[in-house]
């Protein structure tokens, strides 16, 4: 890739908006000063996340298996290039990435595939974070897509809390923060972005499934196409 070139090109079409959503969550944008080494890094825990993002990326992407002491088996995502590091860090032409439909929910599903969850005791579909800009980015961007949101302080920093359903605990160093997306949106949320992680799209589409039949009764129709036993996530 010319940098200079791809840069200067005003009908440039490759703004990577999955991954860069991606960035905001889990994944890493790294450079190295002393042996200039520049890479895009995920280390998780779902294969089909770190296929999603294999795919996103340009050829030459690798995924390697690892082991993690308190997580088990994870897949490790790495991009080696400099050019396209520096690129991606230059392009940001916001017009680009936050305007076009398509580009927002590619950007947003990227962000939930790393950092969403489904909360079935509440209904509702949650992400949390320590950058409150980013959240306020993300709110931003599901309400153009017609999607209500809320944030909310989740743990103030100095909290202490048990890593999953270890007996390791972990303190936050700083303030975490929640967007959550209410049940009634939940419908909006599985049919314009989704999760590429099946255990996450399967738990969201039960979820919805289950509410009042009568609420859904028009959108039945909508909602079959994403059955997980039909659909390939």
């Known amino acids: 890739m010319n940098l200079t070139n ?3 090109n005003k009908n440039i079409n490759v703004a990577y ?3 860069r959503g991606v960035v905001i969550g889990d994944g890493n944008i790294c450079i190295n000063p002393e042996n200039g080494d520049y890479y895009f890094q995920l280390l998780v825990k779902d294969k089909d996340f770190a296929d999603e993002v294999y795919n996103n990326l340009p050829d030459g992407a690798k995924i390697k298996i690892t082991y993690h002491k308190l997580c088990g088996i994870m897949y490790n995502v790495r991009y080696h290039s400099k050019n396209w590091v520096l690129y991606f860090i230059i392009f940001n032409n916001k017009n680009f990435i936050y305007t076009n439909k398509d ?3 590619k950007f947003i599903k990227g962000f939930y595939d790393s950092e969403g969850c489904v909360d079935y005791s509440s209904g509702q579909v949650t992400a949390s974070g320590n950058n409150i800009k980013n959240l306020k980015l993300i709110k931003q961007l599901l309400t153009i897509l017609n999607i209500n949101s809320k944030i909310r302080l989740f743990y103030k920093k100095g909290k202490k809390v048990r890593y999953r359903k270890t ?8 303030n975490l923060y929640q967007i959550s997306i ?3 949106e939940t419908l909006k949320f599985l049919c314009l972005i989704g999760f590429s992680i099946k255990r996450k799209h399967t738990l969201l589409y039960n ?6 039949r009568k609420r859904i009764r028009k959108y039945h129709n909508q909602l079959y196409q994403f059955n997980p036993l039909e659909v390939k996530t």
């Open 17 to 19: 908006p999955y991954i």
């Open 167 to 174: 007996s390791h605990f972990i303190t936050y160093r700083k």
């Open 103 to 105: 580009n927002i929910c």
């Open 182 to 184: 209410p049940r009634i």
């Open 207 to 212: 979820l919805i499934l289950n509410q009042s």
């Open 6 to 8: 791809t840069i200067k």
